[in-house]
């Protein structure tokens, strides 16, 4: 039984890193220029704009200036540029990001992630360090 388990968190935690480091509107440097502009308000990382612009109706890229902690959210993104912000990172309202250290959680940016994310899945789900 816990054999079946960790095999199927293995092979869920291959999935996702393969599947988040091929897609390409996620965490892109620059922000959105000559797009069309909801709002903006103050927060603090990624994650966090993100889940905001997933919750906003007509929200489909944001941009966070980790600068400022700032979150921008846009109707769409016809261009990315950092020329105006270099600490600029934005996304498609579909992007799905992970955060390694919240429980249950990861954050795959690249394919060497994944032994973190399987250390954290075996300690929450085998109580393994």
Same mark, same amino acid.
């Given at each position: =039984? =816990? !054999?079946n388990? *960790?095999s199927l968190?293995? $092979? !869920?935690?291959?999935? &996702?890193?393969?599947a &988040?480091?091929d897609d390409?509107?996620?965490? $892109?440097? #620059?922000q959105?220029a000559e797009?069309?502009? +909801?709002?903006h308000f #103050?927060c603090?990382?990624?994650?966090e704009? $993100?889940d905001?612009c997933k919750? /906003? +109706?007509?929200?489909?890229?944001y !941009?966070?200036d980790?600068?400022?902690n700032? %979150?921008? =959210?846009?109707?769409?993104?016809?261009?990315l /540029?950092?020329a105006n912000?270099?600490?600029?990172?934005s #996304?498609?309202?579909g992007?799905n *990001?992970?955060d390694?250290?919240?429980?249950?959680t990861?954050?795959?940016?690249?394919k060497?992630d994944?032994?973190? %994310?399987?250390?954290?899945?075996?300690?929450?789900?085998l #109580?393994n360090?």
């Amino acid at each position: =039984m =816990m !054999t079946n388990i *960790l095999s199927l968190i293995v $092979l !869920t935690a291959f999935s &996702l890193a393969f599947a &988040l480091a091929d897609d390409p509107n996620c965490s $892109l440097p #620059g922000q959105c220029a000559e797009s069309d502009y +909801i709002s903006h308000f #103050g927060c603090e990382d990624e994650r966090e704009c $993100l889940d905001s612009c997933k919750d /906003t +109706i007509e929200c489909a890229w944001y !941009t966070f200036d980790s600068d400022d902690n700032i %979150c921008f =959210m846009w109707k769409n993104c016809q261009n990315l /540029t950092e020329a105006n912000c270099p600490s600029c990172i934005s #996304g498609a309202v579909g992007c799905n *990001l992970y955060d390694c250290s919240l429980p249950g959680t990861c954050q795959v940016s690249n394919k060497n992630d994944i032994k973190q %994310c399987l250390d954290n899945w075996k300690q929450i789900f085998l #109580g393994n360090s």
